[in-house]
């Protein structure tokens, strides 16, 4: 079908641009946390937003005021999920914990298999880092959101943060190195 008629077309553009306004403030209201740079969770939340605001857009069979509806509850639910994650359990549950995949110039093989990270993608991100000497790398964590993090030898300092919520990590001056 290539067009049903204009009743159509002016409710996509009068329900869209009613549900483009509604999502902005929604978002703008609930806070920079749901615009975050984004964790596995966030990222579901922003597809399941993605597909609400096409529903709406898309569907004679949703009106205006269920759309609507659907993304501030979807807004309130990541409000909610913001302030639980503050506390530790809620974090526990929401929120991946960071691994460190390697540690002083040592690549953790036992962390990439369990985190599905290569050795490619390690040295990929100590490259992106500008360092071409993998000992001159205190560590190089992967981060909740999926990113990797290089921490020079340079700029370790104490390893305080890391050392909370990995005990088992220790920087070169910890270990008498």
């Not at 001159?136 to 290089?150: F, K, N, R, T, Y």
């Amino acid at each position: 079908m290539w067009f049903d008629g204009w009743s159509d077309i002016l409710r996509v553009l009068l329900v869209g641009a009613a549900a483009y306004v509604f999502l902005i403030t929604t978002l703008r209201v609930s806070g920079k946390r749901t615009l975050a740079k984004l964790n596995a969770f966030d990222l579901v939340v922003t597809v399941a937003v993605g597909s609400t605001l096409a529903t709406i857009l898309l569907s004679g069979d949703v009106s205006f005021t269920e759309g609507a509806a659907a993304l501030a509850l979807l807004a309130a639910l990541q409000y909610l999920a913001a302030k639980l994650s503050r506390q530790t359990l809620g974090r526990s549950i929401l929120t991946a914990r960071h691994s460190v995949l390697m540690a002083n110039g040592k690549v953790d093989h036992d962390a990439l298999r369990r985190e599905r990270v290569s050795v490619d993608d390690v040295r990929q991100a100590v490259r992106s880092a500008g360092h071409g000497d993998l000992a001159a790398v205190a560590a190089v964590v992967l981060e909740s959101d999926g990113s990797l993090s290089v921490i020079g030898a340079d700029k370790m300092g104490d390893g305080s943060a890391l050392a909370e919520s990995e005990p088992g990590f220790r920087s070169k001056d910890s270990t008498g190195g």
